[in-house]
T-cell receptor
Framework: DVKVTQSSRYLVKRTGEKVFLECVQDMDHENMFWYRQDPGLGLRLIYFSYDVKMKEKGDIPEGYSVSREKKERFSLILESASTNQTSMYLC????????????FGPGTRLTVL | RKEVEQDPGPFNVPEGATVAFNCTYSNSASQSFFWYRQDCRKEPKLLMSVYSSGNEDGRFTAQLNRASQYISLLIRDSKLSDSATYLCVVNTLSGGYQKVTFGIGTKLQVIP
């Protein structure tokens, strides 16, 4: 069974703090993704990575950065958290050939005060 | 126009009913299509793929209509456990990458 884990289920941070969200997958998947999910807006892609040290912007990258130093780990960084970044953050992974079959982690509910 | 559009619902149906959801997509070059299921406060999980010839898995049937650019999901004999949000997913080749776009989801509530 594919397992995608995220470092925290719930996180509360203050405006201006630097926030790190970690994601680890154990199936040697090439592709990893970060989404945020908000009511009425659905899942929106922030960044994705098709290989180690490789990253591509998704639809809403502003205010975020990512890091992929190892194949199994994909980190999302909020350089200076703002209240409009309060959201559910979901990490996903997939094989190179099946980008559309994505396995999701349980999500991190981030609240920025 | 949104790339992938779904009626957010909720669809409230009694147990045993048949319910159908549609999802439209804007890019005629989109290549593959899927339905994901997301339970309340859980992550999305792949439910089934969608083919032009139709795809059936037990009580669930998915269909693709390329001419009208929509996909559908039919659930027969609804169970309480079918209550969830169903996400339509479209895969399009864009800029050399496969771009996967999720719809906002249709919420289904099956009532006893």
């Amino acid at each position: 069974d594919v397992k995608v884990t995220q470092s925290s289920r719930y996180l509360v941070k203050r405006t201006g703090e630097k926030v790190f969200l970690e994601c680890v997958q154990d199936m040697d998947h090439e592709n990893m993704f970060w989404y945020r999910q908000d009511p009425g807006l659905g899942l929106r892609l922030i960044y994705f990575s098709y290989d180690v040290k490789m990253k591509e912007k998704g639809d809403i990258p502003e205010g975020y950065s990512v890091s992929r130093e190892k194949k199994e780990r994909f980190s999302l960084i909020l350089e200076s958290a703002s209240t409009n970044q309060t959201s559910m953050y979901l990490c996903a992974s997939s094989t190179a050939l099946s980008t559309d079959t994505q396995y999701f982690g349980p999500g991190t509910r981030l609240t920025v005060l | 126009r949104k790339e992938v559009e779904q009626d957010p619902g909720p669809f409230n149906v009694p147990e045993g009913a048949t319910v159908a959801f549609n999802c439209t997509y804007s890019n005629s070059a989109s290549q593959s299509f899927f339905w994901y299921r997301q339970d309340c406060r859980k992550e999305p999980k792949l439910l089934m793929s969608v083919y032009s010839s139709g795809n059936e898995d037990g009580r669930f049937t998915a269909q693709l209509n390329r001419a009208s650019q929509y996909i559908s999901l039919l659930i027969r004999d609804s169970k309480l456990s079918d209550s969830a949000t169903y996400l339509c997913v479209v895969n399009t080749l864009s800029g050399g990458y496969q771009k996967v776009t999720f719809g906002i989801g249709t919420k289904l509530q099956v009532i006893p």
